[in-house]
């Protein structure tokens, strides 16, 4: 089956610092990859969806200039949390679709992000 | 709006009872539905998926789930419980237009011995 790797799967930063979030597809071409925040018991929220090659949508209530996302090739997308703070500590989940068509999305393993 | 509700936020069975996690969806046309199973600390795993033709679906696992246009749901179901199926579940459905998931609240199932 398809394989979506990414990393870390763990990352603690200092506050007002930032971190990159790695996802890749592994034996696919993702064309759409969308990113997921998940507080503690709760469920997935979608931040946004990015197309290789084109600028990332973002979903309402979600800064763009703090969630950076990059998806510059067909194999890799990155979340970058610039100045991070300690509430932008949670779990991140990235997932990929290999095609506009594809109904099926694959997804990472989760970041989890503490920032002190 | 387009929605999912999962009413049980945490379901408890014994190991080897049958399950049943709720399933309610607010969608104007057919729905692609899906249902997720996620690990703690993990990413999500798909166990089946409905779009359209016969309404009882057989995922992994030995999870089926059956959509019910009538009631509006998509119950998941496995008639036996093994430990090992301790683990969150969401129930999702695509917006057709994004292609984007958008998740139920989740029930958390635990299986005692």
């Known amino acids: 089956g398809a394989v979506v790797s990414q990393h870390p799967s763990r990352v603690i930063c200092k506050s007002g610092t930032s971190v990159k979030i790695e996802c890749r597809s592994l034996?696919?071409?993702?064309?759409?990859m969308f990113w997921y925040r998940q507080f503690p018991k709760q469920s997935l929220m979608l931040m946004a969806t990015s197309n290789e090659g084109s600028k990332a949508t973002y979903e309402q209530g979600v800064e763009k200039d703090k969630f950076l996302i990059n998806h510059a090739s067909l194999t890799l997308s990155t979340l970058t949390v610039t100045s991070a703070h300690p509430e932008d500590s949670s779990f991140y989940i990235c997932?990929?679709?290999?095609?506009?068509?594809?109904?099926?999305?694959?997804f990472g393993q989760g970041t989890r992000l503490t920032v002190v | 709006a387009q929605s999912v509700t999962q009413p049980d936020i945490h379901i408890t069975v014994s190991e080897g009872a049958s399950l049943e996690l709720r399933c309610n969806y607010s969608?104007?046309?057919?729905?692609?539905l899906f249902w997720y199973v996620q690990s703690p600390g993990q990413g999500l795993q798909l166990l089946l998926k409905?779009?359209?033709?016969?309404?009882l679906v057989q995922g992994i696992k030995g999870f089926e789930a059956e959509f019910k246009r009538s009631q509006s749901s998509f119950n998941l179901r496995k008639p036996s419980v093994h430990w090992s199926d301790a683990a969150e579940y969401f129930c999702?459905?695509?917006?057709?237009?994004?292609?984007?998931?958008?998740f139920g609240s989740g029930t958390r199932l635990q299986v005692q011995p």
């Open positions: 034996d696919f071409q993702a064309t759409t």
């Open positions: 409905y779009f359209s033709g016969d309404t």
């Open positions: 969608y104007g046309a057919t729905p692609y």
């Open positions: 997932s990929a679709r290999s095609g506009p068509r594809r109904t099926e999305a694959f």
């Open positions: 999702s459905y695509m917006d057709t237009g994004r292609r984007a998931l958008t």
